[in-house]
Every structure is written in C-alpha cells, then in structure tokens.
C-alpha cells in the first residue's frame, strides 16, 4: 500500500480489512497514505478487527492490530478527517444460554453498546444491518435493546434480518414501531423498502422479507448505497439464498448476515 501512487486521486475508497497488520506505526502510516490518496470531501470506508484471531490453523501467525474505539477518534483527529457513519449488524441479542452465567452475558453486550455510544459522538449516522436479535426476545432482552437503543444521539436506522422473521415478507421488529415502543426520534426501524439520504449520503435500503419478496428497489443515483441482509455463499454447506448478480448496480453494499471480523 506504502507504495501505490496512482496520477490520479480518488472520490472512494472501501478498505475491507487491509489495514489491520501489524504495528501501530505501520497501520497509522498506511492511514495516513490512504488519507493522501483521496480528493477533498472524498469518503473511506472500513472494516477493522478489534485483534480477534481467525480460527483457521493457517492463520494463527498473523498479527492482528487491535483497533479499538480510542484510536479509531485520535487518528481521524490526527489525520484531519470526520467519522461519518458505523455499520453494524448481527448482534444477536440473546441472555439465556445455558452454562453461561447470566451476568456476564448482559455485560457483554452492555460493554459494546458503551463502545457504540462512544464512537457515535464522532459519527452522522449509524446503520445496523439485521439480526438485533437472535430469536424472538424475551423481555429482559427486549429492555437490554431499548436500554440503548433510546440512548443514542445520532440518526440510527436498523432493517430486520432473517434472525427477525416471522414469515416471508415479515418481521417481529414491526411491533416497535407500531406500538411506539421507541420513544427516540433518532432512531428508525426500517421493514419496507425506503430511500433516505442524510447529509451527502444516499441509503437504499432493502430489508431481508423484501429480499424473500423479490422486490428488490431501483437505483436511482450513483452514489447510492445499499443496505441489506442477505446470506450469502458460505462453502460447502452453505448456499446463497438471493442472486448477487442482481445487486451488481450499487457500488457499495452494507450487509448482515455473515459474521466476518
């Protein structure tokens, strides 16, 4: 990456995982290059790993930089740049696993939303994409989710995944807006196909009973983004349940259904 030096600058760059090797300095400097690679008011985007190992023996030797919330903030702060948007999914809500102590399961997610709030004060907008939860809740469960959900400060929009369905075309998660359950006027649960732009932003999003629907929305910019859940092809057990191909118009997807560091 140090050395890539295109003639011309870019508008986007998605980094899916190239910048998670090795030591501070390394990952800071290659920030830094990929900062200079962008024209004025261009946008990144990432996917970090917290310094979790993959599971694969193949894999156990390489090393992995922690990213954390704090040094995601001080290097947009060194390098001059804003957090604009996090993208999450599959949280999996779920606090009654058997052999698992109680409390350590609640605390657990109560730390990650702690670290969501933090990132968000740096953050325009926070899009979850599916799988809150893990089954239908139970009703500790459910105050766990409002527990955050009513506390945040940034527009936050969360499509249903296929953890939330209840039938084809159809989702439990409608019940929190019908019965006004959120009381947070930043937060938006999505269940239907709907296009909603926030600043220079531009989301399609494509929830999963849509999806199980066909009916798939029409680009209409080319800066659109795609938000959707969908399973894809997980070899040799797991097949894809929609055609990809179909979603090849939007230069950027953000996705749920697979859980990938």
């Known amino acids: 990456l140090l050395d890539y030096h295109p003639e011309e600058k870019y508008n986007a760059i998605i ?108 953050c325009e907008v926070h899009i979850i994409s599916g799988d809150i939860f893990d089954k239908k809740p139970e009703a500790d469960e459910v105050c766990l989710f409002l527990s955050y959900i009513n506390s945040v400060k940034i527009p936050t929009y969360i499509i249903p995944g296929n953890h939330e369905a209840t039938k084809k075309g159809e989702s439990f998660l409608e019940h929190f807006a019908q019965e006004n359950a959120i009381k947070n006027e930043n937060v938006h649960i999505i269940t239907k196909n709907k296009y909603v732009q926030e600043g220079s932003a531009r989301f399609q999003f494509f929830p999963y009973g849509e ?10 910019h080319e800066k659109d983004i795609l938000v959707t859940h969908i399973r894809g092809e997980v070899p040799p057990h797991i097949t894809p349940e929609y055609n990809f191909e179909k979603l090849r118009p939007w230069k950027l ?9």
């Open 15 to 122: 980094i899916i995982g190239s910048i998670n090797f090795g030591s501070i300095d390394k990952i800071f400097a290659e920030l830094s290059h990929t900062v200079d690679l962008c024209n004025p008011g261009a946008v990144m985007f990432f996917r970090v790993n917290p310094g979790n190992p993959h599971d694969i023996d193949r894999a156990h030797w390489i090393n992995f930089y922690p990213w954390d919330t704090n040094f995601i903030i001080n290097c947009a702060d060194q390098l001059d740049v804003d957090l604009l948007d996090i993208h999450s999914a599959d949280w999996h809500i779920l606090l009654h696993k058997k052999k698992v102590p109680y409390e350590w399961q609640i605390n657990r997610f109560k730390a990650f939303f702690r670290k969501l709030i933090a990132i968000e004060q740096n």
């Open 211 to 220: 999806m199980q629907l066909d009916n798939l929305p029409t680009k209409k």
């Open 253 to 261: 997807i953000l996705l749920g259904d697979l859980h990938f560091p």
